[in-house]
C-alpha cells in the first residue's frame, strides 16, 4: 500500500516514521524541506503535495490549521488535484468543522474518499505508534485505511460522519486546555503566597485535579523543560476553533476564552516555539515586572 504524508512537523514526521518502520511505500511533502530531509533514505521526498500524492491509495495530512490544510489540498500544485480516483484522504490536523464538511465534499467530486482522523496523544505517542484517533467518515472507508491507521496508533475510534472526528478533537482539546491554563494559573499562585512547590504538587497530583495532562505539565513546570511537545499558540488556535463551532450551537464557552488569552501571552512573551507548560511563565513575571 503505497501512503502519502503531507505535513511533518512534531506530530507528522512520528506518524511518517512508523509507517516505515511497518513496511509502507511512503512519500513525505513538507513544506520546510529540511524537516523532510531525515527521510531521504527511506521514503520518496516530494517538491509538491501533487508530487507526494500522485499514486498513493492513501494520503495523509496533519497540518496546523485551516490555511495550511486548505493551502496543501487546493492550491496551485495542490494534493487533491493529483490523487487518483479510489484513494483515501485522512486528515489528521485538529480543524474546523466546516472546514473539514468542505474538503470531504471537494474529495468526493472527484472520487475520492475522506477520513477526518485527528489524534489524541503527543510527540511521544506519535513516535511510539500509539497515537487514538478520532475518526468521522463512512465505516467503508475506515475499513480500508484501517492497516494504515493501525500502523499509527493503538485504537481507531469511529465517531460517526465526515466532521465527528475534528468536533470531537475540539472538546477534547477545549478540555486540555482548560486544565492546563488552570494548572499554570494555580501552580503561580501557591508560588507567590510561599507554599512549598514540592509538597503544592504533592497535593495537586495526588488527589482529585490530578489528570495524566495535569500530571505530565506539572512535570514539565517543575523541571523547567519547556521542549516543545504542543505550542501554546497550536492550543489557543484550537480553543478559538471549539468558541466557534460552541457558539453555532448557541453555547458561549467563556472558560474556553480564559484559557486561550493565557497561551496567547506566553506567545507574545516569546514562548511560541516553547511547550503549552511554559505558558506559567508569564504568570511568574508579568510584563513591566
Not at 524541506?33 to 495530512?61: C, G, M, N, S
Not at 468542505?102 to 503527543?122: N, Q, R, Y
Request: charged fraction near 20%; include cysteine; aromatic fraction near 4%.
Amino acid at each position: 500500500m503505497r501512503v502519502s504524508v503531507l505535513g511533518l512537523g512534531i506530530m507528522g514526521a512520528g506518524m511518517a516514521h512508523n509507517l516505515v518502520a511497518k513496511g509502507f511505500e511512503v512519500a513525505v511533502y513538507n513544506r520546510s524541506p529540511d524537516k523532510a530531509a531525515p527521510f531521504a533514505a527511506k521514503a520518496r521526498i516530494a517538491v509538491t503535495p501533487a508530487e507526494a500524492a500522485r499514486d498513493a491509495d492513501i494520503i495523509i495530512a496533519m497540518l496546523s490549521d485551516d490555511d495550511a490544510s486548505r493551502g496543501v489540498w487546493l492550491s496551485d500544485g495542490g494534493a487533491l488535484g493529483a490523487a487518483r480516483p479510489g484513494a483515501i484522504i485522512i486528515e489528521c490536523g485538529t480543524l474546523s468543522p466546516s472546514w473539514v464538511r468542505e474538503l470531504a465534499a471537494a474529495a468526493g467530486k472527484v472520487g475520492v474518499g475522506f477520513i477526518d482522523a485527528p489524534v489524541t496523544g503527543s510527540k511521544l505517542q506519535a513516535q511510539e505508534g500509539t497515537l487514538r484517533f478520532l475518526a468521522g467518515g463512512s465505516p467503508s472507508d475506515l475499513l480500508k485505511a484501517g492497516p494504515v491507521l493501525g500502523a499509527m496508533g493503538s485504537e481507531t475510534i469511529h465517531m460517526g460522519g465526515v466532521g465527528s472526528g475534528v468536533l470531537m478533537k475540539l472538546v477534547n482539546n477545549f478540555l486540555c486546555g482548560v486544565q492546563v491554563a488552570a494548572l499554570a494559573e494555580g501552580l503561580a499562585m501557591a508560588e507567590k503566597s510561599g507554599l512549598d512547590g514540592e509538597k503544592t504538587r504533592a497535593v495537586l497530583l495526588g488527589g482529585a485535579p490530578g489528570s495524566p495532562l495535569v500530571k505530565a505539565v506539572a512535570g514539565r513546570i517543575a523541571a523547567g523543560d519547556y521542549t516543545a511537545n504542543f505550542f501554546p499558540g497550536l492550543m489557543a488556535k484550537d480553543l478559538d476553533y471549539a468558541g466557534r463551532e460552541a457558539a453555532k450551537l448557541g453555547l458561549t464557552l467563556e472558560t474556553a476564552a480564559a484559557a486561550r488569552k493565557r497561551f496567547l501571552e506566553a506567545v507574545k512573551a516569546g514562548y511560541a516555539d516553547k511547550d503549552i507548560a511554559a505558558i506559567i511563565e508569564p504568570l511568574r513575571h508579568p510584563a513591566g515586572d
